[in-house]
Structure formats: structure tokens, C-alpha cells
């Protein structure tokens, strides 16, 4: 059925529109309101022109070329823009850019999707070694310094340490080193003397041992806890590493009146002592002793017959042992059992004879001496035994009693008792004495 605006204005006025009479009406009235807009926009387009042709500026007939190609022109219509053309002329279908533009070299850019990697030859990959955390330093640097106690190798060290990323906590490796050499030997903290000697001016810089010191003298506290004798074992650490020429000379100078702490001034006060002592040597090389694989032989031959004769004149088993454990040599403690008995046969009376076996026996009971060292040392006694007779004409007898208490004593086994040499004795008849045999 077909309404007119007669009826849906009576029906509006009493209010009875269906839901479809209600949508009708509002589509006309948004196509009425269009209209409206539509005529105002031709009127004021009308106006223009009027004005337009007014000024005198004649109109463009629209068939006309200049309409056209006002038509095609590039420039923005809707008001918006600069009035430039787009890409600046340099646009359209099949266009390389604008007339006379020259185009130089493009470098290739890693990031491009289209980036062919097999077209550009050889490809180098760098390797990123993330930062060490505080923690992970400490997993990683306690291992390496342990290993090195081992070994000894500074050269393995630095490897090490060239592939790690220590960033700005690379001082810290050195203060850890001398931490863990304080609880441990002499000869720890001589090889730790030396790695910080060899990694100064390759790895570690002058001021990042002068920071790992400094950072030790504050801990001092902390320190003596575990390790009494600290102060003065930094105090050495720090004279030689000056005589090393691993850090420099003012850092002594850079404390002087500014200390407060009485560790880290006995520890300054150690290493200027030592300094002070030591002007004319460039090295502190014996501020630890020499440790143990490192010394001499002759050294160690020259230390362990003066531990025997100590021995034998003060007679005090500890203080033996003790010196002994201080040179560090178990694998060389054989000769100390070679020069015990070569002692024994070249001595008058029992008395020295009766120390040594004492002093063996408490070397075996508390495993200082091996079951090895114990028989080499004896067999190369046994071997230059006929040498040692030239010297000692008693020697073979001397050596069969020393032997057998040994064995009472169950410092030797059995097997190395009886292989002990004998003298063979030459016996003789005389024409004038009978017959009889003389020995």
C-alpha cells in the first residue's frame, strides 16, 4: 500500500506507527535533507563562476585541451596538500624516477628481506659473549684458579680469560685469586705471585690490580676470620707485585696518613718493610719460598740434609714433620730417606742410629713417607753401598743393624730387608798356623 505524508503526519500525531511505517519515514527524510544539500552546493558553484567572470578571466569551456588537461593534472583537488605533483613528477607506471636523475652504487643492507647472504661471498660470524654477572664470576673464576694450582700454566689462564666477558668486573678476578692463595699453600700463593705478574699488560691493566688490592685491604676484616696471618700475606702480595712491576710504585705512596683500619695498615707496613729491604732486587722471587716442584734439586737436597741435622741436635719430631710438609715435595721424599741412612752410616755411636729409626717410624705411621719413597730411598742406598764402603769401611755392618731394627720397628717389609747387601768375607789358611782358618 501506498502512504502520503498526509496520512503518516496523522498518524505521528496520534502516535500509531508500526515499526516498517516508522523506517519509511525516516529514509524520506534523510533523501529530502540531501537534496536540500545538493541544490545549496550548485548554487554556490554558481557563484564562482558569476564572479569569475566579473574579474574578466573568461571561462574554460570544458571540451576544451586546457579542461582536459586540467582534468589529468597531478595536483591534489580536494583541498588538501601542497600542490605538488606526486613523487615529485618522478611517478607512475613503467617511470624510473624523474628526468635526468642519476642513480649512485645502493649498499647492500644485512636487513633487507630480499638480502640474497649466498650472492655476497664469504660471510664472517661474530661471536657475542654476554657480561658475567656477579655469581656467574664467581662459578667461573674459582674452577679456573683451582685447575691452575694444578697445573701452573699462565699461559692456559690467560686463554681463559680472553674468552670470557668480564667487563667491568675484570679486577675482580685478581682479588679472588689472592683470596683463594691465602687459605691455601706457600706454594698457591707463589703461583698466583707469578699469574698476576704474566697477565699484567695483556688481560689485566696496572688499575685493575690497583682496584683488586685496594678492594682487599677493605676486606681485611673479613679476611683474618679464616686467615689470621692475612695482613701480612697481602703486605707480601703487594711487594711483590710492585717489585713485578704489576702495579706501580705511588700505590703505596696513594695511603700514606689515610689508612684507618690497623689490618690494612700492618699490611702496608709489611710490603713497604719488604720494599725497603729488597731495594737492590728487581724480584721478590723468594718472598713465599720457592714451592715445592719448582725448587732445584740441589735446593731441596741442600733443605732436607738441614732438616736432619736440626733433627738430630734438638730432637723434636714435630717441628721435622713440619718442615718436611713445608717443602712440598712427596714425590722427592725418598731422598730425604737416602740421606736419613747415608746420615746413619757415616755417624759415630748409636745415638744417630736410634733418632733416624725413631723419626722414620713417625714419618711411615703418619703417611708423610710412602711404601714407595720408603723403598727407594733404601735400594739407592743398597745400590752405592760398595761406593759408600771406600769412605765408611763399616759401612755393610752399620747397614745390617740399621736394617734389621728398621724392620722391628716395621718401618721396611721384609722383602726389603733381605735384599740388603752382605760384605763376603775372605777366609784363608795360613802355613803356619795349623791348619786353622782365619777370618
Avoid at 729488597?278 to 725448587?295: P, S
Avoid at 744417630?352 to 717410624?361: F, H, N, R, Y
Wanted: aromatic share 6%.
Amino acid at each position: 500500500c501506498v502512504w502520503r505524508s498526509e496520512d503518516l503526519n496523522e498518524l505521528e500525531v496520534n502516535g500509531n506507527w508500526t515499526p516498517q511505517e516508522k523506517a519509511l519515514h525516516e529514509a524520506r527524510l534523510k533523501a529530502k535533507a540531501k537534496r536540500r544539500l545538493r541544490k545549496s552546493s550548485s548554487r554556490d558553484s554558481t557563484r564562482e563562476s558569476l564572479s569569475d567572470s566579473v574579474s574578466g578571466e573568461p571561462s574554460t569551456d570544458p571540451h576544451s585541451p586546457k579542461a582536459k588537461a586540467a582534468v589529468n593534472d597531478r595536483k591534489s583537488r580536494t583541498g588538501k596538500g601542497r600542490g605538488l605533483p606526486k613523487k615529485g613528477g618522478a611517478g607512475g607506471k613503467g617511470v624510473w624516477g624523474a628526468a635526468g636523475m642519476v642513480y649512485e652504487v645502493e649498499e647492500l643492507d644485512a636487513d633487507d628481506p630480499n638480502y640474497d647472504e649466498s650472492a655476497q661471498g664469504d660471510t664472517v660470524y661474530a661471536t657475542v659473549v654476554p657480561e658475567l654477572d656477579e655469581r656467574e664470576l664467581e662459578k667461573t673464576i674459582h674452577p679456573i684458579v683451582q685447575e691452575y694450582f694444578e697445573h701452573g700454566d699462565t699461559k692456559e689462564v690467560q686463554m681463559l680469560l680472553k674468552e670470557l666477558n668480564l667487563g667491568h668486573h675484570k679486577f675482580e678476578f685478581s682479588s679472588r685469586a689472592v683470596s683463594l692463595s691465602l687459605e691455601g699453600k706457600a706454594s698457591h700463593r707463589e703461583l698466583t705471585s707469578r699469574l698476576l705478574s704474566d697477565l699484567s699488560g695483556k688481560v689485566l691493566s696496572e688499575s685493575d690490580m690497583s682496584r683488586a688490592f685496594d678492594k682487599m685491604l677493605k676486606e681485611l676484616p673479613d679476611l683474618i676470620l679464616d686467615t689470621p696471618e692475612a695482613p701480612q700475606m697481602l703486605g707480601q702480595f703487594i711487594a711483590r707485585a710492585i717489585a713485578d712491576h704489576a702495579i706501580p710504585m705511588s700505590f703505596l705512596d696513594c695511603y700514606k696518613g689515610k689508612v684507618d683500619c690497623d689490618h690494612a695498615r700492618a699490611a702496608l707496613d709489611r710490603a713497604s718493610v719488604l720494599l725497603s729491604m729488597k731495594r737492590e732486587i728487581m724480584r721478590l722471587d723468594n718472598v713465599w719460598g720457592v714451592g715445592g716442584g719448582q725448587r732445584p734439586v740441589k735446593h731441596l737436597i741442600k733443605e732436607m740434609n738441614l732438616l736432619l741435622k736440626e733433627y738430630l741436635v734438638s730432637g723434636e719430631l714435630s717441628e721435622a714433620e713440619h718442615c718436611l710438609r713445608d717443602l712440598e715435595v712427596p714425590h722427592f721424599h725418598h731422598e730425604l730417606v737416602y740421606e736419613a741412612v747415608v746420615m746413619v752410616l757415616e755417624s759415630t755411636g748409636d745415638t744417630a742410629l736410634q733418632m733416624m729409626v725413631k723419626l722414620l717410624k713417625v714419618f711411615w705411621q703418619t703417611g708423610l713417607i710412602t711404601l714407595d719413597q720408603m723403598n727407594r730411598g733404601f735400594q739407592r742406598v743398597y745400590d752405592e753401598l760398595p761406593e759408600i764402603s771406600l769412605d765408611v769401611p763399616h759401612a755393610h755392618s752399620i747397614m745390617e743393624t740399621f736394617v734389621d731394627l728398621c724392620f722391628q720397628e716395621q718401618v721396611i717389609t721384609k722383602q726389603l730387608r733381605d735384599s740388603c747387601p752382605t760384605r763376603g768375607r775372605k777366609r784363608f789358611v795360613s802355613e803356619g798356623d795349623g791348619g786353622l782358618v782365619k777370618s
